[in-house]
Structure formats: structure tokens, C-alpha cells
């Protein structure tokens, strides 16, 4: 049987690193293509045959994407997830999407090529992993190679051939990709304030700071879309910076910075939280540690009542905002950035006329199942605070008075 010449030249490519000793589990090589929306992944199963593969992990709320075309590359066939497969070496291809004239929305976590060469792709329904295998690892053309994430931690988002940082600066522990229009910022600047804010968010959470750099990939979006997003993966955040006739806006230096900051919380903060607090909790952080710099001086109360009268649902409490977004009302999710980070510094600065602090107190506040505080928490709030300004908070913030 004649393979096709993709098949043939593929199985003649070298292993990338082999020198270096890889993690258990299977192996994952992207490869580029002739086309520059379409990758080309080459996989190496762990352990003995036959094996399963399972479906690819996808995006929550976003449609499940199709299966990709599976081929083994010692017999050109088609093999399938679900099923017992007996082969050494599987591919499959991979789609991007061009980066649309408005620029990339972040949270999309969507996998792109960009004009200028380079793209970033997601674990999002591109890597189907081998049933009862570690993760493994997964390595670009270039040779280098990242650990495939656990089922239960954030995706793997990997960028390449962008515009970038060195991480040749003694202490630098960000690396930074972006697209051409970021050229026009202060990056080395903005990296160093963040590096120091990202310190100083770990100390928040008393979360150890990252032992190997992060990547941080910063991508334009035009203010026309009124929509400016951010993604945290593992080990790499993705944040937009708002743009207006092809150049960064004024404010786009600040906005990058806190989109960064927030996401950088949720990849420092690896306790289990109900939406809401991880969200709420991240977005307030975020605000204080621009204060904390003297890079801002915007409170989240400030932002609540300029957003309210244009805020969804503003007069709904937290808890009642939680359980629709729940039941798949996403109108309700803005409320946890506005209303929810004001509610967390109105809660810090009680506690602060205690003398105590918010990150002393994180780590004893615990949830019920349906997102409320439980017993144990407001108990310990009420005894801290005060049963008044406890349940004057709960009025405010959480539930709609009676």
C-alpha cells in the first residue's frame, strides 16, 4: 500500500529533544504545514498496544467540536477515539483561524495564525489524550516542550513564531508574546511592574510565586468590540490590550496590566471556589495590587456606581447572579467582575478596621454547595466584624433585601 506523501514525509521527521529525558505518558509533536491555518501533530503513544483515545477536552459552553481525522502512519488508516487501536505513530491535523481585523478575543481561548507569521493553539478539542496514560507532553517545532495539563487543571495554550521577551534578564520569571501592534508599548517596562505585582498577588493568597517563567501571550482588540478579555492556562495567560485606528489606546499599558493580574490570580490560586468568588475575588486583587503600585487609583467601589445604571441586573445580589449564571444565564456574569469586586473591598476594609486582613482570612472562608457562605465562615465573619456590618455586607452585596 502507497501512503500519501504527508504520511511518508512525516514518518521520516527526527524526534525533537530526544536527548532530553521525557515525562511518562505519550508524546505530542506539532509540526507546521504548507498551509498556515493548519498544524500537523504527530503523536506516540505510551506503554503497550492496543490503546484508547479519548476525546479532546472543549471549552465549557462553547459547541463540542468534531473528532479530528485520526490516521496511523504505519498503515495510513483511520482510527477513531472510544476504540482499541494497535499503532505506534497517529496524526492529525489541526485549524486555525485567522486573527479577525478587530483582533482576537482572548477568553474565546480560541487557536490562531496571525498574518504576520506565528500562531497560538489550545488544548481546547486538538489534543485527544491516551486513556489511563500520564498526560505526557507536548513540544513545538522548535524543540521545546511543555507538560500536557492534568484533566483537572487549566488547558495547555501554547504560542510560537510571535514576537517575544528574552528571559535572558537575571530574575525575569514572564516571558512576553505579542502581536506587532504591542511593538508600540513599553514591554520591558510592563513586565517588571509585573513581575512585582505578580509577587505581590502570591503573597495576597500566600501562594508560592512561579518556579519556572510564565508565559504571558498580549493580543489587540479594537474598541469597537466593547470586549476586552483575558484566559489563564497553564503556566501562560492570554490578555487583550485595547486598540483604536491600528495603535495601542492610551489606556492600554493599565488595562493589560490588570487583565494580567486577574488571570494571574486564578493560576496562583488553586483552592476550589464557586464562580463567583474565584471571579470576584481575582477582579478585586487585581484593583488592589494597581493601588499597591500607585499605578492606579480607581477603587471598585467607584467602578460599581459609574457601571450601574448600564450594569445587567445591577440591583441582583451575588448569590441570586451565581445561581443564574448556573442555570446558563451569562447575563449575570458581569456582576461578578463589578459588583463582586466591590464587595470584596468593601469586606477588606472592614476587617482592616479590625486589624486584621483579607489574606489572613481567605484561608478559613469556605462554601456551600450553591455558592453561599457556609455556617462556619459567616460565623467567623459575624465574630470578626460584627453581626451588623456582616449582615449589612450580606444585604448589600449578596442578597437582595427583603
Known amino acids: 500500500m502507497t501512503l500519501p506523501p504527508i504520511i511518508q514525509s512525516l514518518l521520516l521527521l527526527p524526534f525533537w529533544g530526544a536527548a532530553v529525558e521525557a515525562p511518562p505518558g505519550p508524546s505530542y509533536q506539532i509540526m507546521a504545514s504548507a498551509k498556515p491555518d493548519t498544524l500537523l501533530i504527530?503523536?506516540?503513544?505510551?506503554?503497550?498496544?492496543?490503546?484508547?483515545?479519548?476525546?479532546?477536552?472543549?471549552?465549557r459552553g462553547t459547541p463540542r467540536q468534531g473528532v479530528p481525522a485520526i490516521t496511523c502512519l504505519e498503515s495510513g488508516a483511520r482510527v477513531k477515539p472510544g476504540q482499541p487501536i494497535r499503532c505506534r505513530k497517529l496524526s492529525w491535523q489541526v485549524t486555525l483561524k485567522p486573527v479577525p481585523a478587530t483582533g482576537a478575543d482572548?477568553?474565546?481561548?480560541?487557536?490562531?495564525?496571525?498574518?504576520?507569521?506565528?500562531?497560538?493553539?489550545?488544548?481546547?478539542?486538538?489534543f485527544p489524550r491516551q486513556q489511563g496514560a500520564q498526560p505526557g507532553q507536548v513540544c513545538l517545532p522548535d524543540g521545546q516542550c511543555h507538560p500536557m495539563p492534568h484533566m483537572d487543571e487549566p488547558p495547555l495554550i501554547l504560542p510560537f513564531a510571535l514576537p517575544a521577551t528574552t528571559q535572558s534578564r537575571q530574575g525575569a520569571r514572564l516571558q512576553i508574546h505579542h502581536d506587532e501592534m504591542a511593538r508600540a508599548l513599553n514591554i520591558a517596562s510592563l513586565q517588571k511592574k509585573l513581575e512585582a505585582i505578580i509577587d505581590y498577588l502570591a503573597f495576597q493568597l500566600d501562594a508560592p510565586p512561579p518556579r519556572q517563567p510564565w508565559q504571558l501571550v498580549?493580543?489587540?482588540?479594537?474598541?469597537?468590540?466593547?470586549s476586552l478579555g483575558g484566559a489563564a492556562g497553564a503556566g501562560t495567560v492570554v490578555a487583550n490590550y485595547p486598540v483604536s485606528d491600528n495603535q495601542?489606546?492610551?489606556?492600554?499599558?493599565l488595562r493589560l496590566l490588570r487583565t494580567s493580574a486577574h488571570e494571574a490570580v486564578h493560576m496562583l490560586d488553586t483552592r476550589a471556589r464557586p464562580t463567583w468568588v474565584a471571579e470576584s475575588l481575582a477582579e478585586y486583587l487585581a484593583i488592589k495590587s494597581l493601588h499597591r503600585f500607585r499605578l492606579d487609583t480607581t477603587t471598585a467601589a467607584d467602578e460599581l456606581v459609574q457601571r450601574e445604571d448600564r450594569l445587567p441586573h445591577a440591583k441582583t445580589g451575588l448569590y441570586r447572579a451565581s445561581d443564574?449564571?448556573?442555570?446558563?444565564?451569562?447575563?449575570?456574569?458581569?456582576?461578578?467582575?463589578?459588583?463582586?469586586?466591590?464587595?470584596?473591598?468593601?469586606?477588606?476594609?472592614?476587617l482592616q478596621r479590625h486589624h486584621r486582613t483579607l489574606s489572613a482570612l481567605l484561608p478559613h472562608l469556605s462554601w456551600q454547595e450553591d455558592g453561599r457562605f457556609d455556617a462556619a465562615s459567616s460565623t467567623l465573619l459575624a465574630g470578626t466584624l460584627g453581626a451588623e456590618v456582616w449582615h449589612s455586607l450580606i444585604s448589600r452585596y449578596l442578597s437582595e433585601p427583603a
Request: no cysteine.
Open 218 to 226: 498580549w493580543l489587540a482588540r479594537d474598541i469597537s468590540t466593547h
Open 248 to 253: 495601542p489606546t492610551a489606556d492600554a499599558p
Open 42 to 59: 504527530r503523536f506516540i503513544p505510551e506503554g503497550t498496544q492496543p490503546f484508547t483515545l479519548l476525546p479532546a477536552r472543549t471549552l
Open 324 to 350: 443564574a449564571v448556573k442555570a446558563g444565564d451569562l447575563s449575570y456574569y458581569p456582576l461578578f467582575y463589578v459588583k463582586g469586586s466591590a464587595f470584596w473591598e468593601a469586606l477588606d476594609l472592614a
Open 106 to 126: 482572548a477568553s474565546a481561548q480560541q487557536s490562531l495564525y496571525f498574518p504576520q507569521g506565528g500562531w497560538l493553539v489550545t488544548e481546547w478539542g486538538n
